[in-house]
């Protein structure tokens, strides 16, 4: 079973930083490439952004680009999403999710039950 925890969510002002781990249980991350994603109340969920399984790949959506890294420790079974110069438009839900391939749909049963990132104007 698949099953992936998310933490380091809070609130921060804007211009702040956090930085979300995604932590695995159970199975190795070392298989899977790791997303993240968020839901604003009112908003579809969206991509984040996602690491390969090896970590030699990265990708982001464009409103994050330039604030926020995605890194991995595979020695420690997790995933990491700093998160700088937030603002307050990224408030929201962070989950985390497994994939085969980033460009592959998540697994459906590795979604994380997420994090709240609030960030205060």
């Known amino acids: 079973q698949l099953q992936l925890v998310e933490s380091g969510g809070g609130v921060v002002q804007t211009g702040g930083s956090l930085r979300l781990s995604c932590a695995a249980s159970g199975f190795t991350l070392d298989k899977y490439a790791i997303a993240w994603f968020r839901q604003a109340p009112g908003k579809e969920r969206e991509g984040v952004s996602c690491?390969?399984?090896?970590?030699?790949?990265?990708n982001y959506a464009d409103s994050v680009k330039g604030r926020f890294s995605i890194s991995r420790d595979n020695a420690k079974n997790t995933v990491y999403l700093q998160m700088n110069s937030l603002k307050p438009e990224d408030t929201a839900i962070y989950y985390c999710?497994?994939?085969?391939?980033?460009?592959?749909?998540?697994?459906?049963?590795?979604w994380g039950q997420g994090t709240q990132v609030t960030v205060s104007a």
């Open positions: 999710a497994a994939k085969r391939m980033c460009f592959m749909p998540p697994i459906a049963a590795s």
């Open positions: 690491i390969s399984s090896s970590g030699g790949s990265t």
